[in-house]
Structures are given as C-alpha cells and as structure tokens.
C-alpha cells in the first residue's frame, strides 16, 4: 500500500513562507505524476500545483509566481514552497502521487495564514 505523509503546515502571518513536504512509501519515479492540491472549508479541492517524473510543472495561476513544486527523488519526496502567502492561502494541503489508473492520496497538512 502507498502512503504519503505530508508535514511542514502551520500558522503563518500574511507575507510569510512555508515548505511544505510530502514523503513516499516508494520510489516516486513510478508515478507519471505529483502533485499538491488544498481544499479551504465550505470550497472543492483544487489544484495547486504539480510535477512530472521528467520534471515538468503546472501551476494554478492562483499559486503562479508564489509557490514551487520540487522532488528530490533519493528522499522520495516532494516538496512545495510557499512565498508571500494570503490569507486566501488558508487550507488543508494534500499530496497526490498518480499513475495509470490509480491516484494516491496522503492525509493533508494545515496551512493558516492570518495576523
């Protein structure tokens, strides 16, 4: 079974960073891709931000310019730096780790921005 552990959430003033971690139970070269989604209460989630196993990123334009998605793939980890975080920013964070036909989901970090 695949597990992701996410960690690094906090509360955090408006302007401030965080670096958010999500550790595999296995390589993450197996999976086509990772990503980090959030999801603020009474709203969907949605996407943030992703990387492929070559490399490539997507991001939200919400998180565009802000945030940075990274993989170390010898720690089998993902990694998502946030900058100048808003309180908009407020959210649980969830790592998914995706591959042909299944996407796995870890248990989520909270992230508060406010003064």
């Known amino acids: 079974q695949v597990q992701l552990v996410e960690s690094g959430g906090g509360l955090v003033q408006p302007g401030g960073s965080l670096r958010l971690s999500c550790a595999v139970s296995e390589s993450i070269f197996s999976f086509q891709t990772m990503g980090w989604y959030r999801q603020a209460p009474g709203k969907s989630r949605e996407l943030v931000a992703t990387?492929?196993?070559?490399?490539?990123?997507f991001y939200a334009s919400s998180a565009r310019g802000r945030f940075t998605i990274s993989r170390d793939n010898a720690k089998n980890t993902v990694y998502l730096q946030t900058n100048s975080l808003k309180p908009e920013d407020t959210a649980v964070y969830y790592c998914?780790?995706?591959?042909?036909?299944?996407?796995?989901w870890g248990q989520g970090t909270q992230v508060t921005v406010s003064s």
């Open positions: 990387i492929t196993s070559g490399g490539n990123t």
């Open positions: 998914k780790a995706a591959r042909t036909g299944r996407d796995y």
